[in-house]
């Protein structure tokens, strides 16, 4: 089955400054890379997410870019507010089944 | 309606007691999704039904009882649990199985099993 990691595990960093995370997967099949945020005792919510036919994508703040030869994928967050401070997965699934793997999760702090 | 909605929000259940868990989407999805969340920990799979059919249980032990009675709804009933069954429950719903979109989730029912 597929394997997701996720690092780094905590990342702190002042407001204004880039947050980058970063994430690998196993499974070659795999063709679907979202990523969610989850504010503590909320739900994971889709911020953005890639196809494996594209290398990058961006919408304002977010940008996830994947390197499917090296099985890595990362999300890149700039000019960092205190309202980006949350838990960010990773995920990949492939057509077979839409089945979510996760990685373990990037817990983000913005220090104002 | 472009939400996934669980009833209850926080749960707490005796051993012995038998209790069920819902979930609503009135997006058209047919792929609907239970996930386990522990505290800091990612969301784990437990089942998948699509076109209210059951095609994915992975391991799950049969104290968990899934049911998805129509397109827009689905349960999970719950039989004499353990506490270490105590959690975050996550539904979510895509739009097929199969095809990769993005899930939509709901914001989960707090179990704890005293």
């Known amino acids: 089955g597929e394997n997701v990691e996720q690092h780094p595990s905590t990342l702190s960093v002042q407001e204004g400054d880039s947050a980058v995370i970063k994430c690998t997967y196993s499974?070659?099949?795999?063709?679907?890379f979202p990523w969610y945020k989850q504010e503590l005792g909320k739900r994971p919510q889709l911020i953005i997410d890639?196809?494996?036919?594209?290398g990058e994508k961006k919408d304002q703040r977010i940008a996830v870019t994947l390197n499917k030869t090296a099985k890595h994928f990362s999300l890149h967050i700039t000019e960092t507010q205190p309202e980006d401070s949350a838990v960010y997965f990773c995920?990949?699934?492939?057509?077979?089944?839409?089945?979510?793997?996760f990685g373990g999760g990037t817990r983000l702090m913005v220090k104002p | 309606d472009t939400e996934v909605t669980q009833t209850p929000k926080h749960l707490v259940m005796g051993m012995t007691n038998k209790k069920s868990l819902k979930c609503e989407q009135h997006?058209?999805?047919?792929?609907m999704y239970w996930y386990k969340q522990k505290a800091k920990k990612p969301p784990e799979l437990m089942f998948v039904?699509?076109?209210?059919?059951?095609?994915i249980n992975e391991s799950v032990p049969s104290r968990f009882s899934p049911e998805c009675p129509n397109s827009s709804l689905l349960n999970l009933h719950l039989h004499a649990l353990q506490p270490e069954d105590s959690a975050l429950y996550l539904c979510?719903?895509?739009?097929?199985?199969?095809?990769?979109?993005?899930?939509?989730f709901g914001s989960g029912t707090r179990l704890t099993v005293v």
């Open positions: 979510a719903s895509s739009l097929r199985q199969g095809t990769n979109y993005g899930y939509t």
């Open positions: 499974d070659s099949a795999s063709n679907y």
């Open positions: 890639i196809r494996s036919n594209v």
């Open positions: 995920a990949a699934s492939n057509n077979a089944g839409n089945m979510l793997t």
């Open positions: 997006m058209g999805h047919r792929a």
């Open positions: 039904y699509s076109y209210e059919k059951l095609s």
